[in-house]
């Protein structure tokens, strides 16, 4: 009695131990796989930490929990996401399995050390054993390793486990991204030969899948750029893109070895490139079958990339009934679009409905066997797969050969229309070719005689123009060739007197006073002399300007020609008009040396604007007359009215290279309005009759093309206006 309640007493510590086995049997196997995933099955013991020590087959678990690796979570998870921690199970093999070798396998990011009765089996990445950094596992393209174990004999298996919280919500583990029911499997010897053939068969389809699509993506994207009108190639360039990128995203995931930053990418790439390949589904649709977008269903495909965009980083999957829905009412939606075109669909859009349909059934298909079916051949998957991946692809290619053939069919039947309508009109043309040559002819000549007209009318105002210019020309030099010939008419008359004196004188013998007068007479005779040249240098200057120009560039003082064209131009205006008056200043560079310049030419420039200048301030003094004299209630603005004196001034300077003369008047100033006109042939603002509109123009000509330099204009509005003439050296 003492035994049994002494047996009764310590029960409860005794189950504590870990003295509970797991029995491996044949039926436990996958029958596809041939496969058994232990880590999910009951017997396992935990503890945090790390002790080497754990993994001795002697060791007493008594004190660690009962915990499952599939249980792992991120509440284990240190200050720096490491979890880290060591499993013990006992297993047993029956002794059925006798002739069945077994294999181990371990999958996920996790490092891992798996150890049998104390002894070190296998490693995948690296927990930090023997003092080495962390490494993390990658999960793909590693066969199981051989474990050898006889029926009938207990093993102890003790798994040290090491992961990290993954930087990306939802913060879960990393090895979650495989499943935590990965992490330890037996595997009998058709695993491997199941895993090759898979793996085999999976790249063979991958290959198929992501070249059939790159090839139309090129396609397309060609097709597109020869033809950027057609907005249907570049929609469907992306969408076969997108699908692609989906594709070789997966391929990533699933058959190489990458790290698990790479891993992120290629996950986010794919799902990205999801709900990218079907918002481009729908607006191929609605584009083709020539459907308007509605606001709401651009709102809901915002919506939905969105809601792709944060089930990614929250990992909510399928199992999101929001997401589930997106889904679902995008398929709706193309449905949608589908049937309610269907009354109006035509020859190359129908491919498009067969492709999208038997994608959409390829896909419930899909859904089905693995809803339903426990075990699915990959081949099957895959053929599944390869129907919902590629049919509304190759059903796009279908429509871009259909549409194209009926362009072209449609661009043969116009250009038959065409040539149809270009043979009835050909006849119309060489009907109406002989009455328009006809027609030509006789408005040719009247073209003819009317450029004759104006040429000769173009010819007469210029030389209008120029005998204008040589009037006032004229006129100036008149009156400056008056003013010589009156000193020497006066000392003739003096001179002629003086002579009678200096007779009376010789006869009454008085010598002294005959030859002072004589030497009056002399002086006389000098001073007619003097003014007999100014007279004859006149002339000569009237003759050179009045000549034709030669073309000949000669050294000339220019200070020498605006003065004497300053006067000659004052002079003219005093002898038309005696009432004439005006102020004039000069500001003349002494230092400038001769430049070659065509003298004749320059002259009439400048006496051009000075012409010009002297009539405007003088208008503005006529205009100006009717003001009266200011009194003590006139204001301060009819003071300075009353007060304007007309003023010209033309100054001399050397400005780099160039040699630079500036005619500038207080006149009323050019209107910006007219200021782009002055320069133009023919336009004036003198009163008809008064100016022909050609100086300014001819001295434009003149200073540009004959000389190289340039002609400016610069003018404020009731102020006056400048004249700038800049000749290179």
Request: hydrophobic fraction near 40%; charge should be neutral.
């Amino acid at each position: 009695m003492k035994f049994f309640l002494s047996l009764l007493f310590l029960l409860p510590v005794i189950t504590k131990a870990q003295d509970s086995v797991l029995v491996i049997t044949p039926s436990m196997f996958d029958k596809t796989t041939d496969e058994i995933f232990i880590a999910g099955m009951d017997g396992w013991v935990f503890q945090t930490g790390n002790d080497s020590t754990w993994a001795n087959e002697n060791f007493n678990a008594t004190t660690w929990k009962k915990f499952k690796p599939t249980d792992l979570s991120t509440g284990l998870a240190d200050k720096t996401g490491r979890v880290e921690g060591w499993f013990r199970i006992k297993i047993r093999l029956i002794d059925s399995l006798m002739n069945k070798p077994l294999q181990i396998k371990q999958i996920g990011w996790a490092a891992s050390d798996l150890f049998i009765n104390g002894r070190l089996i296998h490693s995948v990445g690296n927990t930090g054993l023997n003092g080495k950094p962390y490494a993390e596992s990658n999960p793909n393209g590693r066969l199981p390793f051989p474990a050898d174990l006889k029926p009938g004999t207990d093993y102890l298996l003790a798994f040290h486990v090491v992961d990290y919280v993954t930087p990306l919500p939802p913060y879960s583990l990393k090895s979650k991204q495989y499943g935590l029911n990965s992490l330890v499997r037996l595997a009998g010897p058709g695993y491997s030969t199941y895993w090759v053939n898979s793996v085999r068969l999976q790249d063979i389809y991958f290959i198929g899948w992501i070249s059939v699509c790159a090839v139309l993506s090129i396609l397309f994207w060609l097709l597109y750029l020869q033809n950027k009108e057609e907005r249907n190639l570049r929609l469907i360039a992306l969408g076969t893109t997108s699908q692609m990128l989906v594709l070789y995203s997966a391929y990533m995931i699933n058959g190489y070895d990458i790290s698990f930053s790479e891993y992120l990418f290629y996950s986010f790439v794919q799902n990205m490139g999801a709900a990218l390949t079907s918002i481009f589904t729908v607006l191929i649709l609605t584009t083709i079958f020539k459907r308007k977008i509605t606001t709401g269903v651009k709102v809901f495909l915002v919506l939905y990339f969105l809601g792709q965009l944060i089930n990614f980083f929250l990992k909510s999957g399928i199992s999101n009934p929001v997401l589930a829905i997106s889904n679902l009412l995008i398929s709706i939606l193309c449905v949608y679009y589908t049937i309610s075109s269907w009354k109006t669909l035509r020859g190359a859009q129908w491919p498009i409905v067969a492709g999208l349909f038997l994608g959409l059934l390829c896909g419930i298909i899909y859904f089905i066997l693995i809803s339903v079916y426990e075990n699915v051949s990959i081949g099957t998957t895959s053929f599944i797969i390869t129907g919902y991946s590629l049919s509304f692809p190759l059903s796009l290619l279908v429509y871009v050969s259909m549409r194209f053939k009926e362009i072209i069919k449609d661009v043969r039947q116009n250009a038959a229309q065409v040539l149809q309508l270009s043979e009835e009109k050909e006849q119309q043309a060489l009907t109406q070719q002989t009455v328009l040559q006809e027609e030509v002819k006789r408005q040719t000549a009247e073209i003819r005689n009317t450029l004759d007209n104006l040429k000769s009318t173009q010819t007469q105002l210029v030389q209008s123009e120029k005998m204008a210019s040589l009037g006032e020309l004229t006129a100036g030099i008149a009156h400056e060739i008056q003013n010589p010939l009156n000193f020497v008419n006066n000392f003739s008359e003096v001179s002629n007197e003086l002579i009678d004196e200096m007779k009376e004188e010789l006869k009454n013998g008085n010598n002294i006073d005959a030859v002072a007068i004589a030497d009056d007479i002399k002086q006389n005779l000098e001073k007619i002399n003097h003014h007999g040249k100014r007279a004859d240098a006149i002339v000569k200057g009237m003759l050179q300007h009045s000549r034709s120009s030669s073309g000949v560039k000669e050294p000339t003082d220019i200070n020498t020609l605006c003065d004497e064209y300053l006067r000659l131009s004052y002079h003219g205006l005093r002898a038309k008009d005696k009432s004439f008056n005006a102020t004039i200043k000069t500001d003349f560079d002494p230092s400038l040396e001769k430049i070659n310049i065509i003298p004749q030419d320059i002259g009439r420039v400048v006496l051009n604007l000075l012409t010009n200048a002297f009539y405007v301030v003088d208008e503005k003094k006529k205009s100006l007359s009717a003001v009266t004299t200011p009194t003590a209630d006139t204001d301060v603005k009819s003071q300075e009215t009353v007060n304007y004196e007309p003023t010209v001034s033309i100054t001399t300077k050397k400005v780099n290279d160039k040699v630079e003369i500036k005619v500038t008047d207080n006149g009323n100033g050019i209107p910006q309005k007219l200021l782009d006109k002055i320069f133009q042939p023919f336009f004036t603002t003198k009163p008809t009759g008064q100016g022909t509109g050609l100086g300014l123009s001819l001295s434009y000509d003149i200073v540009t093309k004959g000389h190289g330099g340039e002609l400016k204009v610069e003018t404020k509005e009731n102020e006056g206006t400048t004249f700038t003439i800049q000749i290179p050296t």
